[in-house]
Each structure stands twice: as C-alpha cells, then as structure tokens.
C-alpha cells in the first residue's frame, strides 16, 4: 500500500519534470459528481494535469538581440511532443507498478479534466472522450489549431506504451532531472528555485 508522503513525493517530482518540458500543472485535480440522492461526493481525483501551448520553449538569452542567439532548454524525448500542437496529460502518480486507476478512464473524470485545460467546444468534448477511452489518446482541432491529449502513468516500471495509456517511469523521470540541473549548472547555479523538488536536487548536484 503506497503511503500518502511517498505518493505526494512521487507527484511533486512529476511536477517539476514536466513544468521542465513547459506544461503548466495541476495536481490532485478533484472530479465531483452528485450522487442519486442530490448529495455530491469526489468521485476521484486526477494526480497530474498538465497543458503545453504550441511552441512553447523556455529561452536564456545570450546577451545578444534576437532569439535567434537565446539557448533553448531541450525536453524530454520519451513525451515525443508535438512542437506545433497544444499537448495535454493526464497523469496517474503510482509510487509501485505504473497503473491507471478505472475511476480515471470513466467519462465524467475524463470530460471533467479536458474541460478544465479548454482546448475544445462542449460538441468535440464526447468524440474526444471517447478516443481516449478507447487508445489513452485523442486529437481536436483543425490544422494549425491541434490539440492532442494522452493517458500517462507514472511509476516503478519501464517507460513505453501500455495499449491504453503511456507509462513514464519515476526512475527516467528523475533521471532527467538530475541530468537536465548537470547540464544547466552553469546557468541554474544563481537562480533561487522556488520548486522545492528541484532545490533539492540542485542542491545534491552541487554536492555531487
């Protein structure tokens, strides 16, 4: 049974991996659903949700006019992101084996998450849902204006497609972390991180 500090540790890392790959986040996003008799309860919640406009891309500037001097922080190849396309996730946080709950793929969790990020009319709303039950993926949109949203399991396991979803591993996750703070040392070095994930690994890198 996973213990609630673990669970809380494993979602902050996942956080801060990806506002790494420029999504902004949400955590623990609560589902509510009114019962038969007119009381509403959490049906469940959604671990990580995340939306990365099209293009986004965290620049440093070289001290040079232009972007075309700036440095671009590389993301992580295992998201394969599409670079011209609005990216949303939603994310299951599992300290053992990478899993997705059944509270997370029924319609009213799914419709409730994607309705939060906007990125479709309330019409394309149940042809979506109905892609990501079926394959942990849908597209929205017309050419120019896409938006693609993925099932991602994080966890003690291999990263790689499950079918139904994508699994991230916390191993990889972190791995990109540290590797990502190593790279960057000379710039991140000055900045006071107000991510307390990533304060702490700067300050192991420093250690190191």
Known sequence: MERESDKNAGVALVQSYMRLNGFFTLSEVPIIRR????????????DILAIRPPRARTLVSRGEPGIADDLVFEGDPLLD???DAT??????V?????????????PETLSTAVARVGICTDSELSSLVKQLQSSGEGR???????ARVRIVAWGDGRSGSRGRYQV?????????????????????????????TLALLHLLEKLD
């Open 168 to 196: 991230v591993s916390l191993r990889d996750t972190a791995k990109f972390l540290r590797a990502h703070l190593r790279r960057y040392r000379e710039i991140l070095t000055p900045i006071e991180s107000g991510d307390p």
């Open 35 to 46: 019962g038969r008799k007119g009381q509403y309860h959490e049906l469940t919640d959604v």
């Open 94 to 106: 599992k300290i053992g084996k990478p899993r997705i709950n059944a509270g997370l793929l029924t």
């Open 140 to 146: 929205v949109g017309e050419e120019g204006h896409v």
């Open 81 to 83: 992101l599409t670079p």
């Open 87 to 92: 990216e949303v996730i939603i994310g299951e």
